[in-house]
Structures are given as C-alpha cells and as structure tokens.
C-alpha cells in the first residue's frame, strides 16, 4: 500500500549556503599571528600563509573571515591585545567619565608591558589607510561613548553648556593620551582617572 500525503517523509530542508564561521578557527588564527609575532616575525614577514600554518587552518578559512587579507586581520589581532571597551552605567556622569579614563589607563599600561602591542599600534600609524579604518571601526566609537556622557551632562544641567563637546572631551582626556602616548616615562598611578576627572570637573560644572 502506497502512503499517504501525510505518512509519506517529509521533504528534505534545503540546504543552508556558506559555511558558519568557527570561533574556535578565529582564535587559533589570532593566537597564531600573536605567536609569530612575539617570536620575533616582522610585520612585514608576517603573511596570510604563514598564519594559517600555524593556526592549522587553511588560507582560505583566513580569507573568509577577514577577506581584506593581513591588514585587515592585523586590526583583530590589536582588538584582541586590548582590554575590553568601557561600559559606562549611565547612573553618574562623574563615575562614568572615571570608568572612561580607567580604561584608557589600563590600555596604555598594557601597552608598555607589551612590545607586540606597540609594534602592532605603530605599523597601524604608519599606514593611513589602515589608521583610518581603526580610527573608523574602534576609536569613533569610543569617542562617540565618551560625547554621549558627557551630552548627558550638559542637558541634566551638570556640565556647562556653553563648550563645544569635542572640546570638553579632550579637556577630559588629554591629559591621559599625554602620559600614555607623548611621555611614556610618566607614571599611571592607580586613582590617577578620579584625579583628571574631579579636577576638570571643577572646571566645567554649572556654577550655581
């Protein structure tokens, strides 16, 4: 007896297209250009083939993951060095500026602990396309979260209104970039954020 409609097997699900992208792969890539790297490989040396190798993937799963090749991938390795993006809790404007500036210090400390790291951020400032899509794909961002606090500031009457918003930024910042980019040899003291951002604030607040 032939089956029914309904007793017959289900048609079979059409099958899914490309290939879902393995995290594990990813951080064996990662690992293996950190590798190379921190066993003396130029950037320069350092290729596609030869990451794949020792991540025990083949190119094309490089390719497929970062299609720009190595740049591309050189972005990923420098995300990975770096600490984790502040979270600011959105509960106090003060707080949320020293959660912003705490990060900032750790990243320049991890920085000075790191010869890859500096090598890595180097090359990319060296090369202004490859600047500009990490200018585009991290630093924007950040700076965005920052001005996003700070605007929270102005309009609940906190923070005077009368300054431009990349300028108050860098009033709260730039005296960590000076220590963590211009004068390496200055210290990162712990409470140093709480310092910056008590003392500017003493500045920018509304007079009442």
Do not use: C
């Amino acid at each position: 007896m032939n089956p029914t409609p309904a007793e017959a097997d289900p048609a079979p699900s059409p099958a899914r297209r490309g290939r879902p992208r393995s995290e594990a792969a990813e951080r064996a890539i990662i690992e293996g250009a950190l590798r190379l790297l921190e066993e003396g490989t130029s950037i320069d040396a350092l290729s596609v083939e030869r990451i794949a190798r020792v991540a025990g993937v083949g190119k094309a799963t490089v390719y497929r993951r970062w299609p720009g090749g190595k740049d591309e991938l050189l972005l990923a390795v420098i995300n990975a060095l770096e600490e984790p993006a502040a979270k600011p809790s959105g509960e106090s404007v003060r707080d949320d500026l020293v959660t912003l500036l705490e990060w900032q210090r750790r990243v320049g400390m991890a920085k000075r602990q790191s010869a890859v790291l500096r090598t890595m951020t180097s090359h990319v400032k060296s090369h202004p396309e490859l600047w500009r899509r990490y200018h585009d794909s991290v630093i924007k961002s950040r700076h965005e979260m920052l001005h996003a606090v700070l605007r929270r500031g102005v309009d609940s009457g906190e923070l005077r209104g009368d300054l431009d918003v990349d300028l108050l930024g860098e009033l709260f910042t730039g005296p960590m970039l000076t220590r963590t980019v211009l004068h390496e040899d200055k210290e990162l003291p712990t409470g140093l954020p709480e310092q910056i951002v008590d003392s500017v604030l003493d500045g920018v607040r509304v007079r009442e």
